[in-house]
Every structure is written in C-alpha cells, then in structure tokens.
C-alpha cells in the first residue's frame, strides 16, 4: 500500500485517478525532520585503547517516521577518538525519541570528543552533524621560499571540544594529515517539540 511509504500525504488529495488519460497522481514525499540533541561524541573518563559505550539522542520532531544510520567515521586512522555504532541503523516514529548506542574507543590519554555523522533516508543534504570545518583557499600554488595563510573555521552548532583531522595534498609528494580541533563554548538550547510559527528569542538577549 501507498500509506506504507515514508512519506507525507495530504488528507484530501493524497491519491487521484484520471478516467480519462488513466493517470495516477502520487503523493509528495516529505523527509521528517530529526534532530539530535547533542551531535557531539564526548569521552571523558575512558581508558585509552579500552572501548567504551555511549548515546547519542535522536529526536523526531515530526509526526512522519523517519529511518536514519550512523555513517562510517571519517578519516579513523588519524583521529584521537574512534566509534561505532553496535546497531547504526534503524526507525524512529513520529514525535519519539531514540538512544543510538555508540562504542567509542580513546586512542590517546585525555578527554577527547567528536562530531557523529547521522544520514536520514530521503535528505540529500549533509548529514545531522555534517562537516563544521572550512577551509580557505583550499587549493593553490606556493611560490619558491614563500608562505601563504591557510584559514581553517569552526562552524561549531554545539558546546564541547570538536577534533578532526585535515589532509593536505602536495603533488608529487607524500600526503600529510594534520589535526585540528575547537572548542565551542556557551550553552546549548534544546527543545522537546517544535514552537509554531517561530521562536523569537532576540528581545531576551537585548
């Protein structure tokens, strides 16, 4: 059936048949909207080399269910702190809330923490907790005995240390990767369901 589909339906047109050119006119299909409470990974206590578990919260703020999946972590080999999800993949309904288990190992001595990357089915944008590094310019020619700046920015959406690692391609030679990290700080603001049509929270902090 049609009504199987992670899709949104509208009441009164969801479904119409032409008689007369036998045409089917399909629903439009909508992506729930899932956030994630924190998007960052924090490991504070843990044994280096000793797996630890943790959650991640995943709220669903629409009344559509939505399939979601931890991504691989990106550039493992070189990060201070690797995880991995036991069960990466799965549903959550509409307006529920669901504890991802994520295994977090420490590579290094120290509280370390990281960005997870979350994908949903149907969003063909970045992932819940996309990329928050940019980098400017990200390609160029260096001048004999010259320098030139590299400006790498912290698009930080939460509070908590932030590290990942960057690799840097020099043609005709070896590939290095460099580490990177930022601290977000102030207090993160997290709500249970949505404020139609809009929060103003401007006049509070004038």
Known sequence: MLHSMLCGVN????????????????????????RLLSSTLDCGPCSAK???????????????PGCYRVLPQRHQEAAALWYSSPKPCGII?????????????VQAVGAHSIPVDIAVFGKETSPLDGKCWSIEPREGV???????????TANLGDTGRFEDSMKLFIENSLTSVIPIQAVGTGTTVAIDKPFAPELNLEPQFK
């Open 11 to 34: 009441a009164l047109h969801s479904l119409s048949i032409s008689h007369s050119f036998g045409v089917i006119s399909l629903p439009k299909c909508v992506v729930p909207e899932l």
């Open 50 to 64: 000793v797996p630890c578990q943790k959650t991640l919260t995943l709220v669903n703020l629409s009344p559509l």
């Open 93 to 105: 309904q509409g307006h529920e809330a669901v504890e991802i288990p994520i295994t977090a190992e």
């Open 142 to 152: 260096v001048p004999a005995k010259a320098e030139v700046p590299v400006v790498v």
